[in-house]
C-alpha cells in the first residue's frame, strides 16, 4: 500500500466476505472460521538503535473493537502502518485473513487491503475537495459506478457518520474537529470494509461530540459487524466501547484482555493511567455517563439517548438503500 501524501484512503472493492480468503476470494481449505482477522507474529520494527517492537504478537478477532493503547513512544502508530503495509518490518509476519502477506503478489496484496478503512486521527481530508467530493474519492479509485448511484451512496456514508445533509458541499476548512473526523469516516466506511482502523477518534472533541462518536461507533459495530482497531488515550472510550485492550510496553503487547481486567494488570504503567482519579471515573461510569454529564452542562438541551436512535435510524436507511 502507498501512503497518500495528502489523505491516504483504504476501502474495500468486494462485499464483505464471511470467511478468510485468498488472493481469487476462495476461502483457504485449511483457515477455521474463527481465524483472526489480523496475526501480528513475531514483529521487530528497528529504526537505527531504536528498537521499537521486540518480537511482537497480536491476534485481531472478527467483529470485536479492539482498544489498542501504550505512552507516547510506545510504537502504536507503527505497528498500523506495518499492518497496513505503509512501513516495512525489520522481521516478522502480518497475516490478514488467514494470509501471510508477504507471500501475495501486488494484485492480491491490494485486494486484500481494499477491504480495510482507515481513519487517521486529523482525518486527512482532500482540503480542495468538499466532503461529499472526499468520501466518492473510493467510488472512482476502485469502482465503475454510476456516478449518481456513487454521489448517492456517498451521501448514505455521510449520514452514516452523522453529518447532515448540508455538510456535502462544504470544504475541510469550513468544518468543525468532530466534523472532519465524521467525514474521514464516512469515507473509510465507503466502500463497506470489514476492518476499520480508527486513530485517536475522540481527540480533540469536547464531552458531547466524544460521546456522540462513542454512540454512532457502537451502533455502527453492532449493525456492520465490522471489526474495529482503535488507537486511543481516551479512558471513557476505552470503557464504552472496547471489548478488549491491549498495551503495548517494552517492545511487546504486555496484555490484551477485556477492559475491566486490563486496568487491574500488575504493568507501572497500566497502574499510573488506570489506577489514576480519571481511570477510576471512566470504570465506574455507566454507559453514556460522559454524555449525560456534558447534556447536564448544556442545561439539558440534548434529549437523552437521541444520539443513539439518530445513529440507529442512519443505519436502517444505509441498510434500506442498499438492499
Known sequence: MKE??????????????????????????????????IEVDQLVNRFGEQLVHDHLDLAVRRGEILGLIGGSGSGKSVLVRTILGLQKPTSGRIRWFGQDV?????????????????????????????????????????????????????RLKLQLAGLSADAAAKYPEQLSGGMRKRAGLARALALDPEVVFLDEPTSGLDPIGADE????LKTLHRALGMTVILITHDLDTIFAVCDRVAVLADGKVIVIDSPDVVARHEHPWIRETFGGSRGTRAEQAPDGMRGKRAEQATDGKAVDGARGKSAEQAVSNHNSRAS
Open 102 to 154: 508477504a507471500e501475495l503478489d501486488d494484485a492480491a496484496r491490494l485486494a486484500l487491503e481494499q477491504r480495510i478503512g482507515v481513519l487517521f486521527q486529523a482525518g486527512a481530508l482532500f482540503s480542495s475537495l468538499t466532503v461529499l467530493e472526499n468520501v466518492l474519492v473510493p467510488f472512482k479509485e476502485y469502482t465503475k459506478l454510476d456516478p449518481d448511484l456513487a454521489a448517492a451512496l456517498a
Open 4 to 37: 497518500p501524501v495528502d489523505a491516504p484512503v483504504n476501502a474495500p472493492v468486494d462485499p464483505p466476505v464471511k470467511a478468510p480468503v485468498d488472493a481469487r476470494g476462495d476461502a483457504p481449505a485449511n483457515a477455521p472460521a474463527d481465524a483472526p482477522v
Open 213 to 216: 462518536f462513542d454512540v454512532r
